[in-house]
């Protein structure tokens, strides 16, 4: 993981007189810039528009620095090596005058030690200042950092309650991981509240960080939190992904492991196949196995009329992604997103599709990307490269055990004992039927029993399967063609 200490040391070295630090956590970038001014040996001064130009460690504050104006010309004339620290600029950003001078100000850094940081979004830089500003995405807080948090809470709240700890050692390093993404603050918060609720801490009150997550998600607005209940046990067959999975899944439970293994984080899968056949039941059910929040791209949503805010919808919704990580992404129906050919959108898809593309292969966060598709010769060649995603998988229609299983699945979920029923009659009936359409058979015979007052029986499902004619018979050349392309390009799921 990269030191924030040393890439910042390595800016001003470098001679940038202007570093942008890409975060909102101001008491973090104080802690930090500590540091660094004694990796640097140099003085530290803050600023604030309240209390003016101070050098860390003192009280008093330079006179008259409270104005922008003054402190910028007390930073041109002063020839101390430093690194000041202006805290909450964005009113003196939107000031022309002030950004001129800002600008001269870290033009004078050029020639001595120290630099001018400021803490904004890199997407509120005016063009001026971001045209001489070195910009630094401030990444989240370690492990460490967060295991330092979370003794200091037990520590202050220990002393005026009684604190039961309630938690075995990998049950802390989950909760740790899963605090990943949050600024310290938010972490202290959300750890705090989970202790003097009850007086303890255990392994759930993990789910009051996911809590939390899902409220970013939510007041960001370019994500839907997905509410997560099925279980790989309620997905049918699927042995070959399932295995696949498996083997991951020590990388959720044990990270620090896994990366002395030199494993990173995995990217994702692609499953393609035939429609109806549980290629999104997977994805919900990936992250309630992993125990990760579930995230929903709606590529539909992301689109603006307006010049260059998709581009800005799409950048915002893999922040999200990797700020709440670790976490599942999902992306239904990919080919519809992000279909190869045309230009009707005067090429708004095509640049978005660039953007995602080079997420997939760069991206920072710990973000598993389940993406499906249906139709392939719709979906762009650059997916199917080898580095998007780590497997694409091909989800091909249920065979006669994985029939069984789904009809047993779905008459249990609606109160119907499986035993009940002549499973190998409705499975030889249901032959060429995805899991969708075996479910829609259990639904339609309940409606057409509840309408006359009967119990639902073997009979009854028979005569719903009679009447269904599956996809695999409505578009058998399409169904044909697609599993004649993925012979040899895909690994099967089932």
């Known amino acids: 993981m990269t030191d924030p200490i040393h890439e910042l040391a390595l800016l001003v070295r470098s001679r940038y007189g202007l570093i942008a630090i890409d975060t909102a956590e101001d008491e973090r970038v104080t802690t930090l810039l500590r540091l660094l001014a004694n990796e640097l040996d140099c003085a530290l001064f803050l600023w604030s528009r309240t209390r003016g130009l101070r050098r ?11 104005d922008s104006a003054q402190v910028l010309s007390h930073m041109m004339g002063s020839t101390v090596p430093a690194l000041y620290y202006l805290e909450r600029v964005d009113q003196l950003l939107q000031q022309p005058d002030a950004v001129e001078r800002l600008v001269e100000a870290a033009r004078a850094f050029a020639d001595r030690p120290g630099a001018v940081i400021l803490a904004v979004s ?10 001489h500003a070195a910009v630094f995405s401030l990444p989240s807080p370690r492990p460490a950092e967060y295991r330092d948090l979370l003794r200091h809470i037990m520590r202050d709240l220990g002393r005026s309650m ?11 390093t989950r909760l740790l991981a899963s605090l990943r993404g949050l600024t310290l603050l938010e972490a202290e918060k959300v750890l705090t509240r989970a202790i003097v609720e009850d007086g303890r801490l255990a392994a759930d009150d993990i789910e009051h960080v996911t809590l939390a997550k899902r409220g970013i998600v939510e007041r960001e607005g370019v994500l839907e939190y997905y509410p997560v209940e099925e279980t790989l046990d309620q997905v049918a067959d699927l ?6 999975l498996a083997k991951r899944t020590a990388i959720i439970a044990s990270p620090d492991r896994a990366e002395s293994l030199g494993l990173g984080f995995p990217k994702g899968v692609l499953l393609i196949g035939v429609p109806g056949c549980g290629k999104s039941l997977c994805a919900r059910a990936v992250a309630m196995e992993w125990r990760l929040p579930l995230l929903k791209l709606d590529p539909g949503a992301l689109y603006n009329k307006y010049i260059g805010e998709t581009e800005k919808n799409f950048r915002r919704a893999m922040q999200v ?10 992306i239904d129906e990919l080919e519809k997103a992000f279909a190869s050919g045309g230009s009707e959108d005067g090429g708004v898809s095509q640049r978005v599709l660039g953007s995602f593309l080079s997420w997939l292969q760069d991206r920072k966060g710990d973000v598993f990307t389940v993406a ?6 719709r979906l762009p060649p650059e997916f199917l490269r080898k580095g998007r995603f780590d497997e694409i998988f091909f989800v091909d229609l249920p065979d006669t055990e994985s029939r069984a299983a789904i009809l047993s699945i779905h008459l249990a979920k609606r109160k119907q004992d499986p035993a009940a029923f002549d ?20 639904v339609a015979g309940l409606y057409t029993v509840l309408a006359a007052s009967r119990p639902l029986d073997t009979a009854a499902l028979l005569e719903e399967a009679g009447r269904t004619r599956p996809l695999s018979v409505v578009m058998s050349e399409r169904i044909g063609a697609l599993r004649d392309w993925a012979r040899g390009r895909t690994v099967p799921a089932n």
């Open 372 to 377: 499906t598709a249906n139709d392939v010769s």
């Open 239 to 244: 042995a070959g992904l399932k295995a696949w």
């Open 56 to 66: 860390d460690g003192l009280d008093k504050p330079v006179y008259g620095t409270t």
């Open 423 to 442: 499973v190998l009659a409705l499975v030889r009936a249901t032959e060429g039927f995805s899991g969708a359409e075996i479910e829609g058979v259990v």
């Open 122 to 131: 890199a997407v509120d830089l005016p063009d001026a200042v971001r045209r």
């Open 321 to 330: 992604a990797e700020r709440v990580s670790p976490c599942v992404l999902f």
């Open 162 to 172: 009684h604190v039961r700890v309630d938690l075995q050692p990998a049950d802390e």
